[in-house]
C-alpha cells in the first residue's frame, strides 16, 4: 500500500509564498506521475500541477507563472513552490501519485493539508 505524507502547509499573507512537500512510502511499481490537487469548501476538486517521472509539467490556468511544481525520482517526493499566493488558492491540498500499466490506472492520496492566505 502506498503512504503519502505532506508537510509545508499554513497560513500565508496574499503575495507571500509556501512551499509543500510530499513523500511518497511503500510498494510502488509502475510509477507515472505525482502532482497536487485542492479542493475548497462547495466546490470540486481540481488540479493544481502535477509531474511526470520523464519531468513533463501540467499547471492550473489560475496557477501558471505562480505554482511551481519539482520532484525527487530517488525519494518518490514531490513540492510545490507557491509564490504570489491569493486568498483564492485557499483550500485543502492533496498530494496525488498515479500508476499505470497498459489499461489501468491506480491513484493514491495525501491526507491533505490546509493552506489559508488571508491578510
Known amino acids: 500500500q502506498v503512504q503519502l505524507v505532506e508537510s509545508g502547509g499554513g497560513l500565508a499573507q496574499p503575495g507571500g509564498s509556501l512551499r509543500l512537500s510530499c513523500a511518497a512510502s511503500?510498494?510502488?511499481?509502475?510509477?507515472?506521475?505525482m502532482g497536487w490537487y485542492r479542493q475548497a469548501p462547495g466546490k470540486q476538486r481540481e488540479l493544481v500541477a502535477k509531474?511526470?517521472?520523464?519531468?513533463?509539467?501540467d499547471y492550473a490556468g489560475s496557477v501558471k507563472g505562480r505554482f511551481a511544481i519539482s520532484r525527487d525520482n530517488p525519494k518518490n517526493t514531490v513540492y510545490l513552490q507557491m509564490n504570489s499566493l491569493k486568498p483564492e488558492d485557499t483550500a485543502v491540498y492533496y498530494c496525488?501519485?498515479?500508476?499505470?500499466?497498459?489499461?489501468?490506472?491506480?491513484?493514491?492520496w495525501g491526507q491533505g493539508t490546509q493552506v489559508t492566505v488571508s491578510s
Open positions: 509531474i511526470t517521472m520523464s519531468g513533463t509539467t
Open positions: 496525488n501519485l498515479v500508476t499505470v500499466r497498459p489499461g489501468f490506472e491506480n491513484t493514491y
Open positions: 511503500g510498494i510502488i511499481f509502475n510509477l507515472r506521475a
